[in-house]
């Protein structure tokens, strides 16, 4: 059975995530956040994730690097936590993977990605974070020097993205390949192409 602190858990996050420009608001919903995991005894694998996603995404224009960095050691110490009770709670893997990606500690963020279990991903979120994955396991190779695994990555990234039929699922998806790989690569070229067919439609 949930505990009242359980679901307040929950909620009091989704409201946070959808605060932006109420400042006040969004410091009492942090110090409620902080107080409601406290008063759970046993986080299970979800709360933990809930408050990994809390430091993760905790910051605006202002926040210095030094306290992004804080944050994102924060949050690595929840999503750590949430897997070492439930080592397949995919999302975590996941953003232990955006989490070593941002502190640029490449082979980190490629063992979580690789960890991520593709077919939950696929089936219980949009389809654009599936293929991202993929770009982003070939950004983390390319930045190691691994660029023919990268390169791998990086064409599993274009065949699936031009499976795609949503222009929603589309415009995430690119950004690190033609980091990589420059603007006038063919695959750059072709999945830009196929974003516009998609936008006309």
Request: charged letters at 30%.
């Given at each position: 059975?949930?505990?009242?602190?359980?679901?307040d858990?929950v909620?009091?996050?989704?409201?946070?995530?959808?605060?932006f420009?109420?400042?006040?608001?969004?410091?009492?919903?942090?110090?409620?956040?902080?107080?409601?995991?406290?008063?759970?005894?046993?986080?299970?694998?979800?709360?933990n994730?809930?408050?990994?996603?809390?430091f993760?995404?905790?910051?605006?224009?202002?926040?210095?690097?030094?306290?992004?960095?804080?944050?994102?050691?924060?949050?690595?110490?929840f999503?750590?936590k949430?897997?070492?009770?439930d080592e397949?709670y995919?999302?975590?893997?996941?953003?232990?993977?955006?989490?070593?990606?941002?502190?640029q500690?490449?082979?980190?963020?490629?063992?979580?990605?690789?960890k991520?279990d593709?077919?939950?991903l696929?089936?219980?979120?949009?389809?654009?974070?599936?293929?991202?994955l993929?770009?982003l396991?070939?950004?983390?190779?390319?930045?190691?020097?691994?660029?023919d695994?990268?390169?791998?990555?990086?064409?599993?990234?274009?065949s699936?993205?031009?499976?795609?039929?949503d222009?929603?699922?589309?415009?995430?998806?690119?950004?690190?390949?033609?980091?990589?790989?420059?603007?006038?690569?063919?695959?750059?070229?072709?999945?830009?192409a196929?974003?516009k067919?998609?936008?006309?439609?």
């Amino acid at each position: 059975m949930k505990s009242k602190a359980s679901e307040d858990l929950v909620d009091l996050y989704q409201k946070f995530s959808q605060t932006f420009d109420d400042y006040s608001l969004k410091s009492t919903l942090r110090q409620n956040i902080l107080k409601t995991y406290n008063e759970i005894k046993e986080p299970n694998p979800k709360q933990n994730y809930v408050m990994g996603l809390f430091f993760y995404e905790d910051y605006n224009e202002n926040t210095s690097k030094d306290i992004l960095k804080e944050q994102t050691r924060k949050a690595i110490s929840f999503f750590e936590k949430s897997i070492s009770a439930d080592e397949n709670y995919y999302m975590s893997n996941l953003y232990l993977g955006h989490c070593y990606q941002d502190l640029q500690q490449y082979k980190k963020a490629i063992y979580y990605y690789l960890k991520v279990d593709q077919n939950k991903l696929q089936e219980e979120f949009p389809l654009w974070r599936f293929v991202l994955l993929f770009e982003l396991v070939g950004f983390c190779y390319w930045k190691i020097g691994k660029e023919d695994i990268g390169i791998k990555y990086f064409k599993k990234t274009h065949s699936e993205y031009l499976l795609l039929d949503d222009y929603l699922d589309l415009y995430p998806i690119g950004d690190y390949i033609e980091d990589c790989l420059g603007e006038n690569h063919s695959l750059f070229i072709e999945m830009k192409a196929y974003e516009k067919i998609k936008l006309n439609q």
